[in-house]
């Protein structure tokens, strides 16, 4: 297992809901990532927190809320989705967020929007 | 041109055969390469860096081509568990952001 976990593993939810999902990791790093991963495309990365600051946010929606209140836990906030936002959210981690770092995935939630 | 791009696929190679991969990128400032693994609904997973000297690891061997741009994965000796989809990742100088590519799926039959 990688030490990045990841709940819930799978998330329904309607239009209207509000959900959240969590991630956590377990390896001292001091750089998370939120990716989202649609069937036959590329990774997307949406959001990459250092040190619990957010240092890109590569032009995601305000639907999709993050939130790192320390540099073990981030939070995507989700509110009013779309049913084109059903993918797969990945988070991961990485030593520190200069790209030489490698990255280490959690298992990712599957979200589906109805 | 997209900025990293990777044939999909599937490579279907019988146990036994070398099959090789490669990603082109757009930003000739790129500086780290990688290529991942990810198997059927689970996460990515680091297989090997990339240096400009290239990078052996036991049946895997990378490669990066500066002057034209890509990586390449060589895999010899496929086995049936290496069946996956591989990952290539860029990152641009200075930059914190990867760009990964849409990956190449790679199916490994007896």
């Known amino acids: 297992e990688t030490g990045v976990t990841q709940t819930p593993r799978h998330l329904v939810m309607g239009m209207t809901n509000k959900k959240s999902l969590k991630c956590e990791q377990h390896?001292?790093?001091?750089?998370m990532y939120w990716y989202k991963q649609s069937a036959k495309k590329p990774l997307e990365l949406m959001f990459v927190y250092s040190l619990e600051e957010r240092v890109e946010n590569n032009s995601v929606p305000s639907r999709f809320s993050p939130e790192c209140p320390n540099s073990s836990h981030l939070f995507l906030h989700l509110h009013t989705l779309q049913p084109e936002d059903s993918a797969l959210y990945l988070c991961?981690?990485?030593?520190?967020?200069?790209?030489?770092?490698?990255?280490?995935f959690g298992p990712g939630t599957r979200l589906t929007v109805l | 041109r997209k900025e990293v791009e990777q044939d999909p696929g599937p490579f279907n190679v019988p146990e036994g055969a070398t099959v090789a991969f490669n990603c082109t990128y757009s930003?000739?400032?790129?500086?780290?390469f990688f290529w991942y693994r990810q198997d059927c609904r689970k996460e990515p997973k680091l297989l090997m860096s990339v240096y400009s000297s290239g990078n052996e690891d036991g049946r895997f061997t990378a490669q990066l081509n500066r002057a034209s741009q890509y990586i390449s994965l060589l895999i010899r000796d496929s086995k049936l568990s290496d069946s996956a989809t591989y990952l290539c990742?860029?990152?641009?100088?200075?930059?914190?952001?990867?760009?990964f590519g849409r990956g190449t799926s790679l199916i490994v039959h007896p």
């Open positions: 390896l001292g790093h001091n750089a």
């Open positions: 990742v860029v990152n641009p100088g200075g930059s914190y952001i990867p760009t």
């Open positions: 991961a981690s990485s030593q520190d967020h200069g790209g030489h770092n490698e990255q280490f």
């Open positions: 930003n000739s400032a790129s500086q780290s």
